[in-house]
């Protein structure tokens, strides 16, 4: 299959111009006729379905969540990136592009990305037009933070709850067009199926929740929105509903799935405390600006811990080893995510975890506390302060700092973080991976559209903190209000699209045949121990590191897996009715496929880059690329023996290929 | 830990509901809804249907989970949504008492979990800013004193879980919507539609069945987030004004 990214001609710094001012359009008197399904109202999908409403399409939006409030983009943290330069340091949409791209480890299209870091403006003054209420200076102006390695300051944040606001903006102004009735809103509504005729995406087959109705939607195209896929891991620090099925329903319909393989692996989550755990949780990437990372010099110091009989105050200065800082003297803590998060799985591999588990490492602010103590003293005309006023005083500054995020360890972990040092370790955080789309954001099926975390357009093989809101954003509300008009400029012609169509009842009866098939299993084991098996293998073979051997012995596993859940899984309940166990299901049943697309994908690339690590392919340690055979996009189709790879080729015109080095 | 769970089961709004009792061993770190999905793993390896429950970010910040614990909307622990709240704050051998949101305008759709769809009705009454994609200045011509933006911000961490209204005797959404009222009023992109915000959003609010305010002041106590009762009295000048102002008249 070729692969057509559709990207258009001219210099990259015109094309997005250039193109959106000379694309087909659809004249409003059209647009009243035509039909758009979004599914998922995250960041993507309410900015998508809110806009496209405003603009005269007749809208379905569909949500499996009881609210559009609740989708998993509420949950994000740290802060939206934009290059407005308000703080006059050296901003530009270049830089922006340029940090995206390099951040990515040049694995990302240029010119999507480009068009990414243009839009990115725009999307601040929406939100500040929706009122969001971002952070701001003592003279009314907005803050900026900066965040993730770079070196400007071009973070707009909203406390530690920014994803919170931009999707209570984005859920406002859907909330608007339900009401002027443009966009017709279904609640716990999950989608199954992807109906297509005549090979376009012309609606979907999706489950009432609340009463287990299969129903039939059908529309000129199809816009997926439905985030993205790092519950495959079972543990992560996504929402507990987080799933691929809409995307994979979508693959089994011959959408390809691009890049599976590259998830970006947070380093400071709180560490797994015990069997029942169901989620991790994230402390914000700001913390490392602070704290410094170690762990023991000595194994027995480590048991010690580990055991109980010892914490981490008992270990004296010269037998810890501050790893970051000693691998890394140039970055020390501040490295990436991915390079922090490989050296705690090192540290911990040589036995030195500070956790029962073994899983953890240090996060310390006994050093903050003297620095900031000792420079509040001195503002406060304290001579000569004592140990004990100075880390009192230091508190205080981390108190007014961190104070939320404190209080959160606290509360989960139950240990006073000002006393102990602070427990961490890394956690499974966000897919690069996704669907496979083109400039247009269009994937492979025509009429069918990927948007947000669910597609993969944009960060290459790792995502830079804070670039996921406003990717989202840019696809919802700046990128598919244009580019969708590319497809259904060619539809005006075209009839209404009605569900009485055969293609709706043969998708029907497929589905209401497979959740009958899990039904009637009625074996004895849960859907729950089935999605932490699936997890281990992922994170044991497919996790922070990787090798040849591993990826291979876990793809046998999962196909075990595979065949035993289907053979032995107990659903109670039936299949039309509320029944949640059913919906787990089918999503850890689509899980185990995505798995095994994730570990061919790691299998295929043979070389180290961005959050795809393969032991096999390093220099001194550290990841190595192969530029020469990998700068390509691996897009999966699917198939029940053997997917099959297509690729894209990646070309670079804007930026040089460099190596990343942090020493 | 050895505990007594009594938790409400109800098959569907028109089912009568009962207490199940249940003895669950959990162990105190895990979180409340962590003990559940120990109690769930049990029921199904019994072949019996799991308790449903509502949750999802299991991080405080959705609004999805809502559990009354012995009479408490989200439990004991003071700004703490129930996935936050870990057993750590019960003891062993505790009878702990699960019941849903008990609210007119919130019907149980099974067990544990309650429609609360009502809310967003309340929302899309005019819960927004009238601004289209596209039609927005630069983001800095406007500036906002920070104690405003401040201001405006607590009122927006409003989470949606309608604690307020299940602590409230006349299940009424005051602090829900006065939040969102007081959010968007108080900046000055939003100051532009404020009375006919506040004049559609209390309808709505009637119309959904939300009973009356009195002033009671439980909401404020059990909201999660600590929205301030301040916000009330913020709609209620609003409203005032809205009404006095208006040319309709009520
Ligand atoms: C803890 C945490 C903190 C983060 N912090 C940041 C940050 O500070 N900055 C940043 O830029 N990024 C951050 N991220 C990443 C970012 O939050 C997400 O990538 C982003 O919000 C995804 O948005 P989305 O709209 O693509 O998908 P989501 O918000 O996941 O929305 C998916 C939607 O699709 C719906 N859906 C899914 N499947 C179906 C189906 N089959 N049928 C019907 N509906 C369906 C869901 O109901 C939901 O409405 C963070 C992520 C996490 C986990
Ligand atoms: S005001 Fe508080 S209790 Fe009420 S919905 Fe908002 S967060 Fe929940
Ligand atoms: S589950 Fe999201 S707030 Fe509790």
Redesign the interface.
Known sequence: MKLDAKEPAGELDEKWTKYRSTMNLVAPNNKRRIDIIVVGTGLAGAAAAATLGELGYNVKAFTFHDSPRRAHSIAAQGGINAAKNYQNDGDSVYRLFYDTIKGGDYRSRESNVHRLAEVSRNIIDQCVAQGVPFAREYGGLLANRSFGGVQVSRTFYARGQTGQQLLLGAYQSLSRQIALGNVEMYNRHEMLDLVKIDGKARGIIARNLLTGKLEKFAAHCVVLATGGYGNVFYLSTNAMTSNVTASWRAVRKGALMANPCYTQIHPTCIPVSGDYQSKLTLMSESLRNDGRVWVPKKVEDAKAIQQGKKTGLDIPEADRDYYLERRYPAFGNLVPRDVASRAAKVACDEGKGVAPTGLAVFLDFASAFERYGKSKALSAGINNPDKATITKLGKEVIEEKYGNLFQMYEKISGENPYEYPMKIYPAVHYTMGGLWVDYNLETNVPGLFALGEANFSDHGANRLGASALMQGLADGYFVIPYTIGQFLSQEIRTEKIETSAPEFEVALKETKAQLQKLIDIKGNQSVESFHKRLGKIMWDYCGMARNAEGLKKGRQMIRELRAEFWKDVFVPGTADEFNTELEKAGRVADFMELGETMILDALDRNESCGGHFREEYTENGEAKRNDEDYTYVAAWEWDDNEPIVHKEALTFKNVELKTRSYK | MNLTLKVWRQN?AQAKGQFETHQVVA?????F??ML??LN?TL??E????V?F???????????CNLVINGRAHGPQKG?TVC?L?M?AFKDGDTIVVEPWRAAAFPV??DLMV???S??KI???G??????????????D?????DV??Q??DA??C??CGACVAACPNGSAMLFTSAKVA??GL?P??EVEAEARVQSMVNQMDEEGFGMCSNTGACEAECPKEISISNIAMLNRQYMASVLGSKTGV
Do not use: W
């Not at chain 2, 162990?27 to 979180?31: F, T």
């Not at chain 2, 509502?54 to 999805?64: F, K, L, M, N, Y």
């Not at chain 2, 819960?127 to 039609?135: D, K, R």
């Open positions: 569907n162990s105190e770190h895990m979180s809804l962590e999905d120990v793993e199904i390896s072949k019996k249907s799991p449903v509502a949750h999802d970010c299991r991080e405080g910040i959705c609004g999805t703490t936050q870990h750590r759709i099974k429609d609360r769809s809310l967003d929302i899309q009454a819960g927004y800013i009238s601004v289209n994609t596209g039609q927005a200045q630069d983001a800095n406007i500036p906002i004193g920070k933006a401040s405006a911000f927006a961490t989470i949606g959010h968007l900046l992109q939003g």
